[in-house]
Each structure stands twice: as C-alpha cells, then as structure tokens.
C-alpha cells in the first residue's frame, strides 16, 4: 500500500469577497432586458389593438379614403358645469372625460380629445388615408359659399326679428308706464279737486254760521265778522 499523504487544510475562517460591481452590473442588464420585453410587448398588444379596430385589416373597406372636412360639429360644451358621479364599475365610456367610441378610449380634456380625433390612428380607424386629403372642385366651392350665405341672411333675418319682436315689447312697455302715469295723474287731480270742494262747503257753513251768530245778535254779519263774532262758542 502506498503512502497517505497528508490532506491539506482548509480555511473555513475567511470570508467570500463579492464583485459589487460585476453583480450590479448583471442586474441592470437583467432589468433593461426586462424592460425591453415589457415595452416589446406593450407595442404588440397595442398594435393588435390598432389593427383590430382597422376596417381595412379587417375586410370591411377595400381602400382607405381621403381625408375631409367634418360635416358636422364638435360639442365640446355638453359636460360643462355638470357633477358625474364615478364609480369602480363601468365602462369606458361611464368615466370622466371624452370618451372616443371609434378607438375605444378617454381623453380627459377637450384639447386631448381634439389631437386625437385629428390624429393618424383616429382617422386610419375610420377608414381614411393620412397621407391624402379629399381636393375641392370648384362646384363644391360655389355649394359652399352658397350655403355660407344662406346661414349668414338666416342668422341676420333671425336678429332683425329678434330686434323688431324688442322694440314691440319696448313699446308696449311705453304705453303702458305712460298710461300709468296718466291715471296717476288723474287719481291726483281728482284728489285736490276734492279737496278744493271740501274746503268751499267748510267756508260756506262758516259763513252760515257768522250770519246765525249776527241774527242772533241782532247785528249786521259784517259789523259782527268785525267785533270778532265768528260763530257760536268761539271769537
């Protein structure tokens, strides 16, 4: 049998020295990978999203369209000034904001909500090329300008009607303070002369009384006006 040699000895006292920065440096590239696949596949749920909204993906158009003026108009006033309770359940379109039916979506201003609706997905989701705008022949120019000023005599007749319908009321409104003031007038009038009228018949029985009070004296009225006699119990 050969010699055993002798098992060198092991120092268990000593402490494992670590690589902060290799360790740091395998954990930021662990977390940015992280991130990437996280952004790769945001971008492909999103993507998804979009072309599950495209009518062209889908079918249901053969060629997108020109871009155009709108047709209608945007009613950006309907929320202003009115309280909307918000709840956990609920859909889209039950919170707080603009609520975009086409995309599914909200925006919580009307300046967002104008930039979306103005924006590429939007307009590809409807069906239209961003990259083609709809010419305007010169028919349609004449059409609208036809119809601008059809708006523009409408607008004026209803603000003639509107002033002519507040001169009436104005008028009447005349006529009637200046009726009030006459019987007014009138009822003042009737008043003084009523008192004008009183007062004669109080001067008449004055006048009555002095000539008793002279009978009764056996004097003339005037001498007995003038000794101070007006009447019965008093001088």
């Known amino acids: 049998m050969g010699v055993e040699k002798p098992k060198a000895d092991v120092d268990n006292t000593a402490r494992r020295k670590w690589d902060k920065e290799d360790f740091s440096e395998k954990a930021s590239k662990r977390e940015k990978e992280e991130q990437e696949g996280a952004e790769l596949d945001w971008r492909e749920a999103k993507?998804?999203?979009?072309?599950a909204r495209d009518p062209l993906h889908q079918g249901l158009i053969q060629e997108r369209g020109s871009i155009k003026a709108?047709?209608?108009?945007?009613?950006?006033?309907?929320?202003?000034?009115k309280s909307q309770i918000?709840?956990?359940?609920?859909?889209?379109?039950?919170?707080?904001?603009?609520y975009c039916s086409v995309c599914d979506c909200v925006l919580k201003d009307n300046l967002a909500y104008l930039d979306h609706i103005n924006g590429k997905g939007h307009n590809r989701a409807l069906g239209l090329n961003n990259n083609k705008v709809e010419k305007s022949s010169a028919s349609a120019v004449k059409d609208r300008m036809a119809e601008l000023k059809r708006k523009k005599e409408q607008a004026k007749a209803q603000s003639d009607a509107v002033d002519e319908m507040e001169a009436r009321i104005q008028s009447r409104r005349d006529a009637e303070e200046a009726e009030r003031r006459r019987k007014k007038e009138a009822a003042k009038q009737k008043k003084v002369n009523n008192n004008l009228h009183d007062n004669g018949d109080d001067d008449d029985d004055n006048d009555d009384t002095g000539d008793l009070t002279a009978a009764a004296l056996g004097t003339d009225p005037e001498i007995a006006k003038m000794m101070g006699f007006t009447g019965f119990g008093g001088m």
């Open 86 to 98: 918000v709840g956990a359940v609920g859909g889209l379109s039950q919170q707080p904001g603009y």
């Open 47 to 51: 993507r998804q999203k979009r072309l």
């Open 70 to 81: 709108r047709d209608y108009k945007l009613n950006l006033d309907s929320r202003r000034g």
